[in-house]
């Protein structure tokens, strides 16, 4: 099961983020202007977080077998399609579809780890299942890359769509021998949709989606102005790239360890270790020079990106298993909301006041998850294990 979700976590993740490399090339097929670049992307994100909701409902009544497939189906399909594309309107059309498809992917994913791992390492096993996503971040877009220079991005975009018809099958295969993710019968379905959040500590639920729209709205925050910093501090164009592949090398190793020093050493604890890791981490960025930066940016990237893989397992400690679902679908819809804003609002920071004070903003803001944390502590905390 864990293989399974992660590795449809690395097909989907590659789909969000070979966009960066495809929008350059259709701004200057299409001749787009920033703003239309921006709505395209905005299209997909939108679309994905649009359905994270619904993705959640129609799971009880469907099973998340079917409705991952036919997810990874419509996405697929909007990246095939996207290589007959004429202009601005239809690529923002076709990716918006493929966002809505995509939007089943972490509700359904992360319920079906939890379900696997009901009695077992479960944060573990979501902090795999989150670090793969990175790795499809990583992969999908450079691969991308060069077969648009090879055969160029239209047969590239249909290319990898071929590749995600491919892994819906698998899905579907896979999870029917793995006979998870049916529907359930047809007297729980029509009952299901009448319980509400099925959530059992409202007040443990608040603190954690509090915590995770920070904790989101921090991270796309600091990777939108960082560039800005380090080039203010003397790094160059190349330079810039070279330091944000540090922070995610690192975000990728967080999010892999974090999970597992959960099950060791308790949720409270790993959650202020890497938020404050976190703010101390974006702090210094402002201060210190150029070669002390870069030196702290890996380091950062683990705290930066592993508290995510502590949240997505608690999740599941604070509903009924039953609706874990929508309740994973309602957590990512308010977090990924967060992650959208953020950027725009920062950005509003720093023609004020500039860069180097809105970083500083933005490091005092994750602080806040410390007192958050404490709500937490009489559902999920645990001692250390030995």
């Excluded at 992969?139 to 249909?158: D, K, L, Y």
């Amino acid at each position: 099961m864990l293989a399974t979700a992660a590795g449809t976590h690395f097909v989907h993740d590659g789909f969000s983020d070979v966009l960066y490399v495809l929008l350059p090339l259709w701004a200057s097929e299409f001749r787009l202007t920033f703003a239309q670049v921006g709505l395209i992307r905005t299209a997909y994100s939108g679309g994905m977080a649009l359905f994270q909701i619904p993705a959640g409902f129609l799971a009880e009544r469907w099973g998340e077998r079917l409705l991952l497939a036919a997810g990874t189906v419509v996405t697929a399909g909007g990246f095939i399609l996207a290589g007959w594309a004429g202009g601005f309107a239809t690529l923002s059309l076709l990716l918006l579809g493929a966002g809505l498809g995509s939007g089943v992917q972490h509700p359904l994913s992360s319920s079906l780890v939890s379900k696997a791992y009901e009695s077992g390492a479960r944060r573990a096993a979501l902090g795999t299942y989150n670090v793969s996503g990175d790795l499809g971040k990583v992969a999908v877009p450079a691969a991308v890359a060069v077969a648009a220079s090879a055969v160029g991005w239209r047969i590239a975009s249909a290319g990898y769509g071929g590749v995600g018809l491919l892994a819906a099958a698998a899905i579907l295969v896979a999870l029917r021998r793995l006979e998870t993710g049916e529907g359930p019968s047809p007297a729980a379905g029509s009952a299901s949709w009448t319980r509400g959040w099925g959530i059992s500590d409202a007040r443990g639920f608040r603190a954690l989606t509090a915590i995770g729209m920070i904790d989101n709205a921090t991270r796309t925050g600091l990777l939108t102005f960082l560039p800005f910093a380090l080039i203010a501090k003397g790094s160059t164009v190349a330079g810039v790239g070279g330091a944000l592949a540090l922070v995610f090398a690192g975000g990728a190793v967080g999010k892999f360890v974090c999970g597992f020093a959960a099950e060791r050493v308790g949720v409270i604890r790993t959650v202020v270790i890497t938020e404050a890791a976190t703010a101390m981490g974006i702090l210094a960025i402002v201060v210190a020079p150029l070669p002390v930066v870069l030196a702290l940016l890996g380091p950062l990237g683990i705290a930066l990106n592993g508290t995510s893989s502590v949240l997505y397992g608690t999740v599941a400690d604070l509903v009924t298993p039953d609706r874990r679902s929508r309740a994973y679908g309602l957590y990512y819809t308010l977090t990924i909301g967060a992650s959208a804003l953020a950027p725009a609002v920062y950005g509003v920071v720093s023609d004020g006041v500039g860069v180097g004070a809105t970083l500083a903003i933005v490091g005092a803001v994750v602080l806040a998850t410390i007192p958050l944390s404490l709500a937490l502590r009489p559902t999920v905390e645990a001692p250390a294990r030995a």
